[in-house]
Nanobody, 122 residues
Framework: QLVESGGGLVQAGGSLGLSCAAS????????MGWLRQAPGKEREVVAA????????YYTDSVKGRFTISRDHAKNTVSLQMNSLKPEDTAVYYC?????????????????WGQGTQVTVSS
């Protein structure tokens, strides 16, 4: 089970940190991702990290602003979001994929959290 926390309301230019905790098992061998879905849009992979943490992916619109990281000891994955923009507003999901490479499409992810709302006001 994956449980996200840290969403909320922030003004444009601000920062938020999301955290995803795994319970009921370990996801240390899984690639992990943060995906988001805005109203009327498809779910997209925002950032992803491989099992070791040595390889990461960011969608172009968040490069240089978001940072994904994982802590195997705590069984958590985090997403630090800086310089937030109104277009970052969405429900953000933590997800896990049993994949040797970083998955960059939503359908590759097998386990999902319930999602957390991030709203960026202008």
């Amino acid at each position: 089970q994956l449980v996200e926390s840290g969403g909320g309301l922030v003004q444009a230019g601000g920062s938020l940190g999301l955290s995803c905790a795994a319970s009921g098992g370990t996801f240390s061998s899984y690639a992990m991702g943060w995906l988001r879905q805005a109203p009327g849009k498809e779910r997209e992979v925002v950032a992803a990290i491989n099992w070791s943490g040595g390889d990461t992916y960011y969608t172009d619109s968040v490069k240089g602003r978001f940072t994904i990281s994982r802590d195997h000891a705590k069984n958590t994955v985090s997403l630090q979001m800086n310089s937030l923009k109104p277009e970052d507003t969405a429900v953000y999901y933590c997800a896990a994929a049993l994949s040797p490479v970083v998955p960059v499409v939503a359908l590759k992810y097998k386990y999902w959290g319930q999602g957390t709302q991030v709203t960026v006001s202008s």
